[in-house]
């Protein structure tokens, strides 16, 4: 059974150099799985309320903590929960909504076709 050489051994045996292997045969095919480990380390980090807790003054909180902050002093309201919802869930859907095509292929990148 004979071996083929991956994209990058053809490109440099072709006579490309290292940052043009990187550029134009790498990082497309590994495009879609470091958008998607950005997107879920961005709302991972946008909904975490442990570590603000402990790590964070009350000058620095994040939307979270500031939150419960809120509902300490002042009770709950239908109110905040709106505006807290919709401050709070706005920025990681959008993000989701730009970068939609991307989530598929990375999810499924290691997946076996057939």
Aim: glycine share 8%; proline share 5%.
């Amino acid at each position: 059974m004979r071996c083929r050489p991956s994209s990058e051994e053809a490109a440099r045996v072709d006579g490309a150099r290292w940052h043009t292997v990187m550029w134009r045969i790498t990082l497309p095919i590994v495009r879609p799985g470091i958008i998607v480990t950005s997107m879920f380390a961005f709302v991972f980090a946008w909904n975490n309320a442990a570590f603000p807790l402990v790590l964070s003054s009350r000058s620095t909180t994040t939307l979270p903590i500031g939150t419960l902050g809120y509902f300490a002093t002042s009770g709950v309201t239908l109110e905040l929960h709106r505006r807290r919802g919709r401050a709070g869930d706005d920025s990681p859907m959008i993000i989701f909504l730009v970068f939609d095509r991307y989530v598929v292929r990375g999810l499924t990148f290691g997946s076996v076709k057939g």
